[in-house]
């Protein structure tokens, strides 16, 4: 089973860029690389997908390795509300578990 | 779209007793997901459909746990002969699938929440 590992928590302050790493250690090179978040009290919410290229959407910007074993997901300006667990997984279309398995996740804090 | 909808928020129940959730998942999606997640833990899938098939249950799972997704539309978790080591949030979550579904994402619901005393 495809699993991740990403440090247990980071801190950030407000309005600065934020780097969450994370290691892909057993990629295989059909998974995608998505990362998903959870704010207080709510559901995981989709953040961000990719394959080899960078992406970027309204909400974050995920730079993907070369060799697709790390992956680092970018806020570019950190708010209040950024605080949450961010998870990052493999997704294997017909792999176990649903496609998708996930960690403990970073717990990510943003002083003001 | 008013998203992922699960019902009851909360539920508390003795140990012993049956509880059931429903979750109604976000229209025209075909695939629906349960996972269940413990404090401090990330969310631990326990199955999930596409449209009524039931494609997958985690090898975890109780055989006190059943799902079910009638019509490929709302879902059902049952837990039958409740235990303290059920009480979690379990969450659902749906999506739209189309071929290899590469770009599959899922869309959880805020959760029920189950304490058993």
């Known amino acids: 089973d495809a699993k991740t590992t990403q440090p247990n928590s980071m801190e950030s302050n407000e309005e600065e860029p934020v780097h969450l790493p994370c290691n892909h250690s057993?990629?295989?090179?059909?998974?995608?690389i998505h990362w998903y978040r959870q704010l207080p009290s709510q559901g995981p919410e989709y953040v961000i997908h990719?394959?080899?290229s960078n992406v970027n959407n309204r909400m974050a910007s995920l730079a993907i390795a070369e060799d697709r074993k790390s992956s680092t997901l970018i806020l570019h300006r950190a708010t209040l509300r950024d605080a949450a667990v961010y998870y990052c997984?493999?997704?294997?279309?017909?792999?176990?578990?649903?496609?998708?398995?996930f960690g403990k996740g970073t717990k990510l804090s943003v002083k003001p | 779209d008013t998203g992922v909808s699960q019902n009851p928020r909360h539920k508390i129940t003795k140990r012993g007793q049956n509880v059931t959730f429903r979750c109604d998942p976000i229209s025209e999606h075909n695939r629906l997901y349960w996972y269940r997640q413990t404090l401090g833990q990330g969310p631990e899938f326990l199955t999930y459909f596409q449209n009524e098939a039931q494609l997958e249950k985690s090898r975890l799972l109780s055989d006190r746990f059943s799902a079910e997704r009638p019509k490929g539309s709302f879902s059902t978790l049952e837990i039958q002969r409740t235990e303290q080591g059920d009480s979690a949030m379990y969450l659902c979550?749906?999506?739209?699938?189309?071929?290899?579904?590469?770009?599959?994402?899922?869309?959880f619901g805020s959760g029920t929440q189950l304490s058993v005393l």
């Open positions: 990719g394959l080899t």
């Open positions: 057993t990629i295989s090179g059909t998974d995608y």
């Open positions: 997984m493999d997704y294997r279309y017909g792999g176990s578990q649903g496609n998708l398995i």
């Open positions: 979550a749906s999506s739209f699938i189309l071929g290899t579904g590469v770009n599959e994402k899922l869309f």
